[in-house]
């Protein structure tokens, strides 16, 4: 595989290695805020600032596309790529508005242990993307998009597995339609970090 590379077409990698550390900053603040149960003002504005961060970072990205005739890999896939990293962080927000909209101001254990598979999906979904400037060995790309499918397969157990806790276990039924609500938007992360990695390879695989 080798990417049509050429000096100016750094600052879209550089741009997209930004947006890799935003949503590693953001995945590690969500999983600090259940760590503490704390979702306050404090907490979800920390998430609000990163989330608009990185819509700048991807309107940045866009701007630039619209202003270039050489990119380093198909249009359609940067703009595809940009705005799929945004919805990451997108959706951690979303999420953590969600739980101090319902008062769930709790540590609870498996929403922390979610947190940790998103910690990880996003560790090995930043891997991959800084990697893919290094167009002489896309084998790091391709484990790290490996990794982040099989802990999107290990999301979908979990989410059924807490679920499936949540009806057997809990008697209030604002509480269950509450968690379950929370539980699916964190297993949408992952999701969106495997629908990230797809790209990533289908990227590769036209450029090879």
Known sequence: MAFRFIPQEVKFFDMFD??????????????????????????????????????????DIIDKLNR????????????????????????????????????????????????????QSVASLSRGIKAMRNHKNPKDVYDACIEVNQIENMGDQLRDAIILKLFAKTKDPIKIIKWKEIFESVETVLDICEDIANLIESILVKQG
């Open 18 to 59: 930004q947006q890799a550390d935003k949503i590693t900053i953001a995945a590690n603040m969500f999983r600090e805020l259940a760590g503490e149960g704390k979702w306050d003002d404090e907490g979800i504005g920390k998430m609000r600032d990163l989330e608009h961060e990185c819509d700048s970072i991807t309107h």
């Open 68 to 119: 270039t005739f050489i990119t380093p890999f198909d249009r359609e896939d940067i703009h595809s790529l940009a705005h799929e990293l945004d919805n990451v962080v997108d959706m951690l927000y979303t999420t953590s508005k969600r739980l101090r909209l319902y008062n769930l101001k709790v540590v609870n254990q498996d929403l922390i242990q979610f947190s940790d598979l998103i910690v």
